[in-house]
């Protein structure tokens, strides 16, 4: 079966950084797009940053210049960098990864892990 894992979250200053990652196992044979959103509360899951199969990229205006969205293929992980943090990103992230197994193609979603930026 396959699974995510994301770990690199907690608690960090305006103005700081942090790097998430997001890990996937079990029998892979091919990677599409993958993706991170973000749910801060009260609030509707969004898309930050997307990496999509040949390698491009694109982010929600909001993240646009401080985040880097990037991946390993022979690690079937995902990262995002973030930096120049503000309170306003504080949210659950979330990752996405579109994953081709044995069982076909099928988007997957991660555990969501807690990003809280203060002032």
């Known amino acids: 079966q396959v699974q995510l894992v994301e770990s690199g979250g907690g608690l960090v200053q305006s103005g700081g950084t942090l790097r998430l990652s997001c890990a996937a196992s079990?029998?892979?044979?091919?990677?599409?797009?993958m993706g991170w959103y973000r749910q801060a509360p009260g609030g509707q899951r969004e898309l930050v940053a997307l990496i999509l199969g040949g390698g491009g990229t694109q982010y929600a205006d909001s993240v646009l210049g401080r985040y880097t969205i990037s991946r390993d293929i022979t690690k079937n992980t995902l990262y995002l960098q973030m930096n120049s943090l503000k309170i306003e990103d504080t949210a659950v992230y979330y990752c996405?990864?579109?994953?081709?197994?044995?069982?076909?193609?099928?988007?997957?979603w991660g555990q969501g892990i807690q990003v809280t930026v203060s002032s």
């Open positions: 996405n990864m579109g994953l081709v197994t044995m069982s076909g193609r099928q988007a997957y």
């Open positions: 079990g029998s892979i044979v091919g990677l599409g797009a």
